[in-house]
Nanobody
Framework: QVQLVESGGRLVQAGGSLRLSCAAS????????MGWFRQAPGKEREFVAA????????YYADSVKGRFTISRDNAKNTVYLQMNRLKPEDTAVYYC???????????????????WGQGTQVTVSS
């Protein structure tokens, strides 16, 4: 069992930056790939970024590539999402998720993740 708690979401102006954190409980954090997803009002939850268990492999949605960076600290059981050059279309609830046995395109598939946090709201004003 893994419990995930996101933090760091807030209102920010377009062009600004935010860093989201996701703290995980349990001693097996390093055995889980971690992902960030987001859901805007009226839209489906979509993939944002993912990172492998060791942190050596990272995946990004095209819409955030070059602006967002995912990282993890296995000693602190935490995964981060650094978001730069934010745009109004980045406004959403951001969720972190944990999954095992992921590879390739599986990182971007919601159903492949076993545990989810409650989400943190990011609002980007124009």
């Amino acid at each position: 069992q893994v419990q995930l708690v996101e933090s760091g979401g807030r209102l920010v102006q377009a062009g600004g930056s935010l860093r989201l954190s996701c703290a995980a409980s349990g001693r097996t954090f390093s055995s889980y790939a971690m992902g960030w997803f987001r859901q805007a009002p009226g839209k489906e939850r979509e993939f944002v970024a993912a990172i492998s268990t060791s942190g050596g492999t990272r995946y990004y949605a095209d819409s955030v590539k070059g602006r967002f960076t995912i990282s993890r600290d296995n000693a602190k059981n935490t995964v981060y999402l650094q978001m730069n050059r934010l745009k109004p279309e980045d406004t959403a609830v951001y969720y972190c998720a944990a999954g095992q046995g992921l590879g390739g395109l599986a990182y971007s598939i919601r159903a492949r993740y076993d545990y989810w946090g409650q989400g943190t709201q990011v609002t980007v004003s124009s």
